[in-house]
């Protein structure tokens, strides 16, 4: 599924945003619920599969009827934080 995602991302001083835009039909293959939890989920996958550090805060998701995509809007933070542990994905 990470192969589908389309990611854009903002930084303003020290506060990263990041959109991740999913088709509709891609996200109900895998999820079958709009939610917070799936979205994190979905979020926290995606970033380990990048082997990116940040830490998301303040996820939101959104479906947008006319392009017919799922939107996920997240803050990301990386001052302070740990390396996080990566898994192979091999």
């Known amino acids: 599924m990470f192969n589908f995602i389309r990611e854009s ?6 506060l990263h945003s990041i959109t991740l835009e999913i088709s509709e039909d891609i996200y109900q293959t895998f999820y ?13 996958q995606y970033l380990k599969y990048r082997q990116d ?9 959104k479906k947008n009827k006319g392009t017919h995509t799922v939107n996920i809007y997240a803050n990301l933070h990386y001052l302070g934080n740990d390396k996080t542990e990566q898994e192979s994905f091999v």
């Open 9 to 14: 991302r903002v930084t303003q001083g020290d």
């Open 32 to 44: 079958g619920d709009l939610s917070e939890d799936t979205a994190q989920d979905i979020l926290t």
């Open 53 to 61: 550090d940040g830490r998301a805060s303040d996820i939101k998701v």
